[in-house]
């Protein structure tokens, strides 16, 4: 199933999971600024513009898990899926050193008309999908750069994020990707509670076990470390539940 906002894979997959991207690709559509956020084409394939690897990881381990899969159908930039209508950087206007024109400019019917097409129609089918079955648990999927400019390397090779509200999941995968060898961050590189983004509102506010797994894009950047990752990822994500008995 596909739609300008967002595509589905598996819906009927028979997994608990519901795995979702919320930053999967960098694409602006026509209608905003003519399919162009002001930015130069090396700033949109960066992580600035999306999530880089992490739509193929997201598809590769949804396969392997038989598990529905959701990914947004544009760029972080144009709206970020990921925040509340509320917040702040819901339209980034400046992003890790980079200006974005178009944003800069856009005001209250530009924002609505994002919101309308884009935000809402993905939280809709988001929301459907995590819905479709009593028991469901959320597994998000990002990526994150090895160094916004001006700051330090970053030494993980994963970040598990979790929020203090519910701790089912997170504190427990966290173990076992460690015991698996992998520099592993505690909600690193970034805090695992934000008010009003996807978990919050998806997993958090409904009660359903969730955790939101952050690789190295680096690791990502290929078909081949997507495949890989897949791989390490679904021999702890498969029968996580049971094991914790969540």
Known sequence: MTAEAYSIIGAGRPSRWLLTCDHATNRVPDWVGGGDLGIAPEDMARHIAYDVGAAGLTRALAQRLDAPAILS???RLVIDPNRGEDDPTLLMRIYDGTVIPTNRHAGAPEREARLEQLYRPYHAAY???AAARPDRAI???H???????GRPRRPWAVGVLYSHRDERLGPALIRECREAGWITGDNEPYSGHLQGDSIDRHALAHGRPNVLI???NDLIADAAGQELWADRLAGILRGFLDRHGI
């Open 73 to 75: 159908d544009f760029s």
């Open 143 to 149: 990526s994150f750069t090895r160094q916004l400019r």
């Open 139 to 141: 597994c998000a999927i």
């Open 127 to 129: 929301a459907a999908l």
């Open 214 to 216: 952050e690789v190295r």
